[in-house]
């Protein structure tokens, strides 16, 4: 058992098996979106950035770092920090929306998924296998969803409205492709 969790050359070694759960995650947090259960689907979606954190940490302390790892770990990201905020918040704040305006909220949606696919695409393009760098170039996925999980609360305490928390997707998703730099913890 060791031999496969420890092998960098395994799809199954224990860094890729943190990123399964990070998936696993993500795909319940997705299913309990649709039964409209927002606080267990978050609960999953910081299981699976927990998840994350440690896929990472572990893939370089035991060398486990490879091609198969980063691609497998920005589909998990791609999943849990894209497309389940995103679609949280279409499910939450945007579904009693109508007419033009929730048209709108479609295309905001889609452009917060089509720039974080952009930055996960370019962030493989430009990652070398166990390397880590000390800062980020635009916001990472993750925190770009921990900023949606704060708007969505934002909206749900009756804070600010749905129209604002299509300009925070805006802005948030700007942030993930563009030249600010945040720190690698």
């Known amino acids: ?3 496969f969790l420890y092998n960098p050359a395994s799809h199954f070694n224990l860094a890729n098996l943190f990123t399964f759960v990070n998936i696993t995650s993500g795909l ?3 299913y309990f979106i649709t039964q409209n259960n927002f606080t267990l689907a978050i609960v999953l979606a910081w299981i699976g950035g927990a998840a994350d954190i440690f896929d990472g940490k572990i893939a370089r302390k035991y060398n486990l770092s490879n091609e198969f790892g980063i691609q ?3 589909f998990a990201d791609f999943l849990s920090f894209v497309l389940v905020p995103v679609f949280l918040i279409f499910q939450a704040v945007y579904s009693s929306l109508d007419g033009m305006t929730l048209f709108l909220a479609g295309v905001v949606s889609i452009y917060y998924v089509i720039s974080g696919l952009r930055r996960l ?4 393009i430009n990652a070398d296998a166990g390397s880590v760098e000390k800062f980020f170039v635009g916001v990472p996925t993750p925190l770009g969803a921990i900023l949606l999980w704060l708007v ?3 909206n749900a305490y009756g804070i600010v409205s749905a129209g ?3 300009v925070a997707m805006v802005l948030i998703g ?3 492709n563009s ?3 945040v720190p690698h913890p």
């Open 1 to 3: 058992m060791k031999s």
């Open 28 to 30: 319940l947090a997705t």
């Open 72 to 74: 497998l770990d920005s």
């Open 121 to 124: 695409i370019q962030f493989n």
């Open 152 to 154: 969505y609360l934002a």
């Open 164 to 166: 604002s928390v299509m």
């Open 174 to 176: 700007w942030s993930l």
């Open 179 to 181: 030249k600010l730099k």
